[in-house]
């Protein structure tokens, strides 16, 4: 089995005191891509920051696992050790709000300064061009000398990924890339994304709470909720037959999965909220299948066959696969 | 395997982010001082006169005398106790304080929630007048009005000069109400829940009255302390100018000036209605940070 | 008078001036991501780039035409409002008749108030404000022109001052964590702005007469070889100004740092030095532009009455004695080219942020 190229290990994150993340474990094999999922507060926004070594930004600090990439343990490293991290070793590409730029600089001018930072012996007028032609933006010249709140937001999530990708990173990190932006666009990115792989074999960590994005690209999925990773697992696999009854409900509330005339299918309940996990499974009080135990131990996120896990006690029905523990 | 991320090196610390986000709100002693001191300031405009053994016009020793137990402040050139006459010059410039900002604060406000509700024109027009009067100094539109209204005597309680001096003051101030409540009135309605009452069928007074005016309530209020140290410098200071409230009366500003003219050998003359007046500033200060810590850190 | 109250306000106001236009483009996103080269410049202003830019400018000069307007029309109505008779309240009680009569004729007053109005605003396109009722020689110009020219340079070096020493402490607790320095600095600010600038003066002149550091107020010859006069009541008058920037640049840079920009630029992996240096610092430093402008009122104001305490002859002095003798013409206009100026300098605050600003170029009209 190849090392993979990212992986996270049993992370726990606490903000303030107070545990937002527990027991996070997910890999991502190199020149993969691995889709996280999961709701608003389920913890995959936190991961990423604690991935590029933003929580103290938040007040947040790693209490417990680690994450190691490409050999560097990333949760050991100090200031100096994180410069060399970001940017060169692994690009991250923040949603794109409005003020995801900086708002008085030109876009051409932010470009020259990630690649002037980051690609040192790179011809820099030319790069910056390269670059948001890598991203397929029409009319580079003219984006360059643009100020953010001039253009679109699908242009403006692209000069997001051009930057990301200045310092030639082995690894892309997207968080939410396609959110508030509307189909079409969405497709260009996701379209973005899947050239950029396919030239450089560079790796993905897209985070999303769409399902249809992750089918479109990712090879992984993993899936999360309160605060924890509930499955992993293949993609196609994974979707066809969720081993984990949120999966399951997630997959269920498409509205795709529905035929006309028929009710749209919710999941009952509130999200949990950090702070307030209940004992034992956190899906527990929204779970159609939750039993007694599921109520008073969790579940651990156990492998099950053909590189997949999951951290569920298991409900009637379940397909082999997908409960046979290995 | 428990890793934990170090912590920073303290030397590097002074470049290192602010937590801004989960920062601990200002501490609530700032409040608690502010509003001691101005108590403290209030109390002794109120009790001071009564128990001392002196009064403000009398002279009560010999001129000059630097601070003692006997007379805390000193006294001035003519030999009047300095300490009673701060007290009693202090309940004359917090009254005309009060108002003016509440005077202020009262038009001020009702113009600019109207402004803001009603059509282009008018409210093109209203904020052009206020944008007028804010052009004009505060000192020197003050003392122009202060001629205008000059011919005015005294006015019962008042003493001479106050009246004219308050309105003077009004004149200009509340424009600056004006502005504020203008512009966060216009973002409120936009907001979805006025959208919401106007949709339902509300009056336009039943939304400015029940809707508007609370939303607006703590940033006027906010305004209203700053407003308070910024009237009580204007206040102060119009003695110097030959306006405001006329001597015999005392006012911390024509004590001040008063004892400019021995300020190497007598400094007390002025410090001692100084630092009233500065301390009356940096109690309101401290009110006003609390206050608009609440504004500005509920938006988070 | 208003000094303290600027920055709220400019911090606000700047935070509008950007909202306001910045709406227009964040809002409903264009649907498809064209492939043409022509396509892709997000949302296209109505008339073409250039007529935008234009319009922009007739609307600001419009609403200052007006604000001239409105601060012409109070200015002549001082003279109207006066409860009683102009004449009269200027010669006092024991006027003659005949003479309030004459008086009365000199000034105007007995042309119907329109006419009053004409004459005045075609005098003030020639530059003529009048001449002083009390020294009929003099015009009002030259009675407040050198005036004018002496309390500008007490408020220019107070500008320099607050901005010199206000930026620099902002940028230090702006930057630094809460710690004790930080929290004694913070300290100092709040004193300093709870000090009246007169008083602070008198501190000052009590300090100059025991230590003869300065001169203990005066004047002489003209403001270039007075430096040795102006600069203590510079130094008082700054007091005003210097705490309210240290204060609002220390809330800028701490919003700032709050910014989605400048976490997508660490987590690029630029180094901190040129975060700070190159995006948190020009960002925060923007509503100080405007902070600067708007205080310029409160600055005069304060100077009038700082001039007074180191006896220096500027329009304070001039305003009490013109107010004194119930001069209206000089305290007219001191009052119109003060306001004029201030006028001046909020519409430069407006342009600056036009120049270093970019969001406030795409006209929201």
């Given at each position: 089995m190849t090392t993979d190229l990212l992986t996270i290990d049993g992370l726990g994150v606490e903000i303030g005191g107070l545990p937002v993340l527990s027991e996070v474990t997910l890999s991502l094999p190199s020149h993969g891509v691995l889709g996280l999922v999961g709701e608003t507060g389920s913890g995959k926004s936190l991961t990423c920051r604690a991935l590029m070594g933003l929580l103290p930004r938040i007040g947040g600090k790693v209490v417990a696992g680690s994450i190691g990439f490409d050999g560097t343990t990333?949760?050991?490293?100090?200031d100096r050790g994180w410069s060399r991290v970001r940017g060169g070793q692994i690009g991250f590409v923040p949603q794109a709000s409005l003020n995801a730029l900086d708002p008085v600089m030109t876009v051409g001018a932010q470009l020259r300064e990630s690649v002037r930072h980051l690609d040192p012996g790179a011809e820099v007028m030319a790069r910056s061009r390269e670059l948001l032609e890598l991203v397929r933006l029409p009319n580079p010249q003219g984006v360059l000398r643009r100020?953010?709140?001039?253009?679109s937001g699908g242009m403006r999530q692209r000069v997001m990924i051009a930057l990301a990708l200045a310092g030639r990173p082995r690894l892309l990190v997207a968080d939410e890339p396609t959110t508030a932006l509307d189909v079409t666009v969405q497709k260009a990115i996701l379209e973005v994304f899947a050239d950029l792989r396919a030239a450089s074999g560079m790796s993905l960590l897209l985070v999303t709470h769409d399902l249809g994005v992750v089918a479109d690209v990712a090879d992984t999925i993993a899936v999360m909720y309160g605060g924890t990773v509930v499955e992993v697992g293949n993609t196609g696999k994974v979707m066809r037959e969720p081993a984990h009854p949120y999966t399951a409900a997630l997959l269920g509330a498409r509205p795709t999965s529905r035929a006309q005339g028929e009710r749209l299918v919710t999941i009952p309940g509130v999200p949990a909220v950090p702070g307030q996990w209940p004992t034992g499974c956190r899906f527990a009080p929204r779970c159609p299948h939750a039993r007694d135990v599921c109520r008073t131990e969790q579940p651990a996120l156990l492998p099950l066959t053909g590189d997949r896990s999951s951290a569920c006690h298991g409900w009637p029905g379940q397909s082999e696969e997908a409960s046979t523990n290995v | 395997m428990l890793t934990q991320t170090p912590t920073p090196a303290p030397r590097k610390h002074w470049l290192r982010l602010p937590h801004w986000r989960f920062a601990a709100r200002r501490p609530r002693g700032a409040l608690a001082l502010g509003l001691a001191l101005l108590a403290l300031i209030v109390l002794a405009t109120i009790f001071v006169p009564m128990i001392?053994?002196?009064?403000?016009?009398?002279?009560?020793?010999?001129?000059?005398?630097?601070?003692?137990?006997?007379h805390l402040f000193g006294t001035d050139t003519a030999g009047r106790d300095v300490f009673v006459r701060t007290w009693v010059g202090g309940r004359n410039d917090l009254l005309m304080v009060v108002l003016v900002v509440v005077a202020s604060s009262a038009i001020g406000t009702l113009v600019g929630v109207v402004a803001s509700m009603s059509s282009q024109l008018t409210d093109s027009i209203l904020m052009r007048l206020t944008d007028a009067l804010i052009s004009f100094p505060g000192m020197i539109i003050v003392m122009a009005i202060a001629l205008v209204f000059s011919g005015v005597g005294e006015v019962g309680p008042f003493p001479r000069g106050a009246l004219p001096a308050v309105i003077a003051i009004v004149a200009i101030n509340w424009a600056s109400y004006t502005r504020l409540v203008r512009g966060e009135a216009l973002s409120l309605r936009s907001r979805d829940f006025i959208t919401a009452a106007t949709l339902l069928g509300y009056s336009k007074t039943r939304i400015i009255i029940r809707h508007l005016l609370p939303n607006l309530a703590t940033t006027v209020v906010a305004y209203m302390v700053v407003d308070a140290i910024v009237a009580v410098v204007t206040i102060a200071g119009m003695p110097f100018i030959g306006?405001?409230?006329?001597?015999?009366?005392?006012?911390w500003g024509s004590l001040m000036l008063a004892g400019s003219t021995v300020l190497y050998s007598a400094w007390w003359v002025t410090v001692m209605p100084g630092l009233v007046v500065t301390v009356y500033g940096i109690a309101l200060s401290l009110i006003a940070d609390s206050l608009l810590a609440e504004v500005d850190g509920g938006a988070r | 008078m208003g000094h303290v109250r600027a920055d709220r306000v400019a911090a606000r106001g700047h935070q509008e001036l950007v909202k306001s236009h910045t709406t227009m483009v964040v809002g409903a996103e264009d649907s498809s991501a064209p492939t043409t080269a022509t396509a892709g410049t997000g949302q296209r202003p109505r008339h073409g780039r250039h007529s935008g830019l234009f319009w922009a400018l007739a609307k600001r000069l419009g609403q200052i035409a007006f604000v001239l307007v409105g601060v012409i029309t109070i200015t002549f109505s001082m003279l109207q409002v006066i409860p009683g008779d102009p004449a009269r309240l200027i010669l006092?009680?024991?006027?003659?008749p005949e003479s309030v009569a004459t008086l009365r004729h000199e000034m105007g007053l007995d042309l119907p108030l329109t006419t009053q109005f004409v004459n005045m605003v075609v005098a003030l396109f020639h530059g003529d404000l009048g001449t002083s009722l009390v020294s009929r020689t003099q015009t009002v110009n030259e009675l407040i022109g050198p005036a004018f020219a002496n309390t500008m340079s007490v408020v220019g070096f107070a500008l320099v001052i607050s901005l010199v020493i206000g930026i620099a402490v902002g940028i230090i607790t702006g930057i630094r964590r809460n710690d004790a320095f930080d929290r004694v600095l913070q300290a100092v600010m709040v004193i300093l702005l709870s000090t009246p600038p007169f008083m602070f003066g008198m501190v000052l002149l009590l300090v100059a007469l025991r230590t003869k550091i300065a001169p203990a107020g005066g004047w002489h010859g003209t403001p270039v070889d007075s430096l040795k006069y102006i600069w203590l009541p510079a130094l008082a008058l700054s007091i005003a100004l210097t705490p309210v920037i240290a204060r609002s640049l220390r809330q800028s840079i701490r919003e700032t740092f709050a910014q989605d920009f400048v976490e997508a630029a660490i987590a690029r992996g630029l180094p901190r030095h040129r975060v700070v240096l190159r995006h948190v610092l020009p960002n925060s430093l923007l509503p100080i532009v405007g902070l600067i402008g708007y205080s310029l009122g409160g600055l005069i104001g304060g100077a009038a009455v700082v001039e007074i305490v180191f006896n220096i002859p500027g329009i304070g002095s001039r305003m009490m004695a013109a107010v004194g003798s119930r001069d209206f013409p000089v305290v007219q206009g001191i009052a119109l080219v003060s306001a004029v100026t201030v006028i001046f300098f909020n519409a430069l605050a407006d342009a600056a942020y036009w120049i270093i600003d970019p969001r406030t170029r795409t006209a929201a009209l």
């Open positions: 990333l949760t050991d490293l100090d100020y953010p709140h001039e253009l | 001392s053994p002196y009064t403000a016009t009398e002279i009560a020793g010999k001129p000059l005398m630097p601070p003692s137990l006997a306006a405001g409230i006329q001597p015999p009366a005392p006012e | 006092g009680k024991f006027a003659t």
